[in-house]
């Protein structure tokens, strides 16, 4: 029989200047999404954990995602998200959603009961009906955080302020989690509110495969994080995932797309990788990541480079 794999997880609350004194705001949120996706590890598949990791980061108020989202120029909810097995290499996603609480739990339902990996608009609301999903008042989703945020734009032309946002770089945003199970299979998910004050109807990278996403059980999964048109134009998952399949460690592919990607557009951005052989790494040329990972039952967690803190074992 088939020896079992030690399962990994690896989570994610978004790259960008994460401000002195906010390690504290976001560091239980990342650890418990960590533990609990984790927890189901012990059991379940991939696929669980990341969706239950996802939905710790979207239920808090701390991270662009679900609950908490960053709001558009309208100041309306336009929120994102993709899962995606490595066995099948299929993957469910979703755009502009404005009233489901976990929007990873229904880009899953696409994944699992479509044949198609990607819904929007008017489909998209009746495959919510015909599923019975439930629906949450979007001001029921709408954090405290989220309307100071899009407040400080007030006055200003907020489209040339998201430039500027865009520019600096200060944007903490977007979740994800990568996990390997013990039956070896790999699954990856990202979720976002998008840019405070984006256009409407904006799309960023996150729910794009290849871009905000991407895992293949024969080489690792990734998750991805940053300002959404420039990791679509270098295409920044599956470019992780192909370096790696060239021989190269997650940590050393994703730290070659992150260059490619800050020579090429300007921009800098994150990832968190998880390799086949259980390696997980975060990494990112922004001044901070929230990240946790667990492996062996011991969690390990950080936001600023070269942070490995130790947070004791489950
Ligand atoms: N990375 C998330 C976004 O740009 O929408």
């Not at 994610?12 to 990342?30: L, Q, S």
């Not at 533990?35 to 808090?60: H, S, W």
């Not at 990996?117 to 008042?137: M, N, Q, S, V």
């Amino acid at each position: 029989m088939a020896s079992e794999v030690t399962p990994v997880i690896i989570v994610h609350g978004g790259a960008g200047d994460i401000a002195e004194g906010r390690e504290g705001a976001v560091y239980p949120g990342i650890q418990e999404a960590a533990r609990e996706g984790y927890k189901i590890l012990q059991d379940g598949t991939a696929l669980d954990a990341v969706e239950r990791a996802v939905c710790c980061l979207e239920d808090n108020p701390q991270f662009n995602a679900g609950y908490g989202s960053k709001l558009n120029a309208a100041g309306e909810l336009e929120m994102d998200a993709i899962v995606m097995e490595g066995k099948s290499l299929k993957s469910g996603a979703v755009s502009c959603v404005r009233d489901i609480k976990n929007p990873i739990k229904l880009a899953r339902t696409v994944l699992e009961k479509t044949e198609h990996d990607f819904l929007i608009g008017k489909g998209l609301e009746a495959f919510i009906d015909e599923h019975g999903l439930t629906r949450t008042p979007p001001s029921e989703l709408i954090s405290e955080r989220a309307i100071n945020l899009l407040e400080s734009m007030k006055g200003t032309d907020y489209l040339s302020e998201v430039k500027r946002e865009v520019r600096k770089q200060t944007e903490h945003d977007t979740v994800g989690a990568v996990a390997l199970d013990r039956f070896g299979n790999i699954a990856c998910g990202t979720s976002t509110g998008g840019l405070t004050g984006q256009r409407v109807g904006r799309v960023g990278d996150s729910p794009l495969i290849g871009c905000g996403a991407y895992c293949d059980n024969a080489v690792g999964g990734v998750s991805t994080t940053g300002i959404g048109e420039a990791i679509m134009r270098i295409a920044m998952a599956a470019r992780i995932i192909l370096y790696m399949e060239h021989g190269m460690t997650g940590e050393a592919a994703a730290k070659k797309a992150l260059e490619m990607m800050k020579e090429r557009t300007g921009y800098k951005s994150g990832a968190i990788v998880l390799g086949a052989d259980g390696q997980p790494s975060p990494v990112f040329t922004t001044s901070g990541l929230p990240w946790a990972s667990v492996k062996n039952g011991r969690i390990s967690y950080g936001v600023r480079k070269g942070d490995i803190l130790d947070g004791g074992s489950m």
